[in-house]
Structures are given as structure tokens and as C-alpha cells.
């Protein structure tokens, strides 16, 4: 019985270092808050596609490959412009969970109604 | 400009809004009024997006203008003056080729009978060099204009890619409207919405709260804009905001759809979703009598 406690610590374990080295190429953890790189260029987010934890601090680190691109979720109540040629940081806590789509608000050309992505907040 | 109130019935039954509460009232209407006082139809027309292409959207892109210019040259009655809320021409990221498709666009626009035609730009004219094409074919991108009692507002809130007015032209708004009594007739014309109509698909000036703020103390405002593709009404307490709808490509209503993406051609209903209008503008009371008209017109 005592082995199979610490044989299902040692699994649990495992899966956690696993999901966590999957992450781990865009998210990184700095003072207890997330730090997720995205990258702009005309016309696509990437990720475009976010997953959050509800309540969990987090930094957008938003990097334009091309010229100055824009990140707004209203759904979030966040926004920022994303100029080329430097690092901005959006930080911000979710505060609810669900999904919220998120856009360029700086017209950026013939596909920029399409530059869109999505944030999932989970519980 | 003589109207009786036969045509005016039939104007209200083409199928478009109509706020007019004084039909018994219309008979004196017709009748001649001093300067000031006169009532007048002006017409809008928005997002003609020239240079769109895509057939399963408009099969007929090169051919929609062209028909909604004739059909305001065969109204009954010729507007005093048309409008032109933005986006004449679709993006390109080509300068030449946006020259191009503004100088169409123009040649099409000169065949109107009416002369007196007023501009200004939609984001996808002037979005990407800052209104530089738009100003050297269409002028200034912000403007006034009187017009029988009425003062009109041009407002730019597209030149700056970032969706707003700026805080210049929004000083330039003040110093226009302080000179107004606040009991003045006023009608603005923007490409965006000022208001937030949805956020999300981007139907919003960032800024635009601080132009209503402007416009908040006077008391007869009405706001007519383009940009959504749609006829969509709204108000922000006494100040009514008028979409209308486009002539290349329909949007689906605010949030009804996952994206803002166009409606799909009906080939059962060629031209849905597309169309301009007619804007009656009465002084006693202020109102004005929206028609919504199909591309081929009445």
C-alpha cells in the first residue's frame, strides 16, 4: 500500500515535469507570474491561441517581426500597442474564466480583419 | 425643393426607418420657408470598397457602384448633396495601386448628376499612409460645411491606425462647436462608430468618447457613420448615431458570428445586404426621415 502511495507521487510527478518541459519554450515563470512571449507580424499572433490560469498573474511579452501591430481583448479589458523593434510587456491578473477573443486594433494592412487569436482562461 | 405629401408616404413605405412624427404636419412642410428653415434630402452612400475582389462575396464588384450611381441619378427628387462615409476604395498595400483604385472610384463618383459631393476617408483608404493618397484625389480629411440651418461635422477618426480622432483634431472639434449655439442643428459624419458597438470585431474609435463628451451638451446631434456594412441604429442619450449599410461587401450584425467575416452572395437575393440612403433633414421639429434604398434604387 506504502508503495503504491509513492508510486503514484512518482507518476503524478512525472507528468507534471513533462506537461511543464512542454510549456517551457514560451512560458517561463519569474516572481510567481507567467511570462508568455507572443510574437506580431502581419497578419497572425503566435501563439494565437493563449491558455491562462484564472487569478494567476501574467506578462504578455509581445515582440512585432514587421511593423506596429496592436493587442486588444476586450473581453479582458486589455490592450497594448506592439511597435517593431522592441519588447512590450502587458501584465495583468484574469479574472474570469472563459474564452476571449483578441484582435489587432492598429490597421496594419489587407489581412489585418483577420489578425485575431483567442485567450482561455481556466477555473 | 417642392414635395407633396403623396411622394413623402412613398418615400416612408420603401422599407427603410423613418422617424418622422409629423406626417399631418407635412403639408406646411412643402410650403415655401425663409432661409434656415427650409427642409432638404441629402444621401449617403458608404464602404463602396473599390478594388474588392472575391466573387462568392459580390460577383458584381466591378459593376455595384455603377449601379447604385444611377439609381440616385434616377431618384424622383436629386439630393442637395451626397455623402460619402468612407472606405471608396478596398486596401492595398501597393501606393500605386490605391492611386489607381482612388482615381476609379472618382471617375465613377463624376458621373453622378449631383455636383455637390463631400468625402472623407475609411481606414482602408487612409490606414496606411495617413490619408496621403486620399488627401491628393478627395482634399481634407476633416471638415465643416453649412448647409440650410444645418451645421455639418466631418470628423477623421481612420488616418490615425490606431482608430482614433487624436487629441488635435478633437481641439479642432471644441473651438467648431463653441462657436454653436446649443440649441444648433448638428450632424456629424464619421467613418467608425463613436460609440462601442462591439469592441471585439473592432467597431469603435478609441477616442470616441471624448467627441461625444464634446458634443453631449448640445441638444439636437445626430451622428451618421459607415464602416459596419449594415443599416444599425443606436443612441448615446439624446445624440442618435445612424450605420448604413455598404455597396461591396454585407457584415454580419455586431457578435451574431464567430468573425466579422462578409455574408456569402445570395444568388436568390442578388445585391442583399447592400444599399444607401436617403436622409430627409426636417427643421420644425428637428428630425431626420432615414429611407433605406437598394442598390438599384426605388
Redesign the interface.
Known amino acids: 500500500m506504502k508503495h503504491a502511495r509513492y508510486f503514484s507521487l512518482i507518476v503524478v510527478v512525472i507528468v507534471v515535469t513533462f506537461i511543464a518541459g512542454l510549456t517551457w519554450s514560451y512560458v517561463s515563470a519569474s516572481d510567481g507570474e507567467q511570462i508568455i512571449k507572443v510574437t506580431a507580424k502581419k497578419f497572425e499572433y503566435s501563439p494565437k491561441e493563449i491558455t491562462l490560469k484564472k487569478g494567476v498573474p501574467v506578462v504578455l511579452e509581445f515582440t512585432s517581426l514587421d511593423r ?1 501591430h ?1 493587442f ?1 481583448c ?2 479582458l479589458g486589455i490592450r497594448s ?1 506592439i511597435p517593431p523593434e522592441k519588447v512590450t510587456r502587458l501584465q495583468f491578473v484574469p479574472q474570469k474564466a472563459g474564452t476571449f ?1 483578441f ?1 489587432c ?6 489581412g ?3 489578425m ?1 487569436g483567442t485567450i482561455i482562461v481556466t477555473e | 425643393m417642392k414635395i407633396d405629401r403623396r411622394d413623402f408616404l412613398k418615400l416612408a413605405g420603401i422599407g427603410g426607418v423613418v422617424f418622422a412624427s409629423g406626417l399631418g404636419g407635412w403639408g406646411s412642410a412643402a410650403r415655401a420657408k425663409p432661409p434656415g428653415e427650409e427642409d432638404f434630402f441629402f444621401v449617403q452612400l458608404s464602404d463602396t470598397h473599390w478594388g474588392f475582389t472575391g466573387p462568392a462575396i459580390n460577383p458584381d464588384a466591378a459593376g455595384t457602384l455603377k449601379k447604385a450611381v444611377v439609381a440616385v441619378n434616377r431618384l424622383k427628387h436629386q439630393p442637395d448633396f451626397v455623402m460619402f462615409t468612407g472606405d471608396l476604395t478596398h ?3 501597393d501606393d500605386n495601386e490605391r492611386r489607381k483604385r482612388m482615381a476609379a472610384v472618382r471617375d465613377i463618383i463624376s458621373e453622378l448628376k449631383v455636383k455637390n459631393v463631400k468625402f472623407m476617408p475609411g ?1 482602408h483608404d487612409a ?2 499612409d495617413e490619408a496621403a493618397a486620399f488627401k491628393e484625389f478627395f482634399g481634407v480629411t476633416h471638415y465643416t460645411f453649412d448647409h440650410k440651418g444645418v451645421k455639418f461635422i466631418v470628423l477623421d477618426n ?1 488616418s490615425d ?3 482614433s480622432i487624436g487629441a488635435t483634431q478633437l481641439e479642432w472639434l471644441s473651438a467648431q462647436l463653441k462657436q454653436l449655439p446649443k440649441d444648433a442643428r448638428i450632424v456629424v459624419f464619421t467613418h467608425r462608430p463613436l460609440f462601442d458597438l462591439y ?4 467597431w469603435y474609435t ?1 477616442d470616441g468618447a471624448k467627441a461625444l463628451e464634446l458634443l453631449m451638451p448640445y441638444q439636437n446631434v445626430t451622428v451618421f457613420y459607415g464602416h459596419i456594412h449594415q443599416e444599425n441604429h443606436h443612441t448615446t442619450k439624446q445624440i442618435a448615431h445612424h450605420a448604413a449599410k455598404g455597396l461591396m461587401l454585407p457584415l454580419p450584425a455586431p457578435g451574431s458570428a464567430p ?2 467575416a462578409p455574408i456569402p452572395w445570395d444568388p436568390a437575393a442578388p445585391y442583399k445586404g447592400m444599399g444607401f440612403r436617403e436622409v430627409e433633414a426636417k427643421v420644425k421639429p428637428v428630425q431626420y426621415a432615414l429611407t433605406e434604398l437598394p442598390v438599384m434604387g426605388e
Open positions: 506596429m496592436g486588444s476586450p473581453g500597442d477573443p484582435h486594433d492598429v490597421f496594419c494592412g489587407t489585418h480583419g483577420g485575431t | 486596401v492595398t498595400d481606414e490606414g496606411l481612420v491606425p490606431t482608430s469592441p471585439e470585431w473592432d478609441r468573425k466579422n
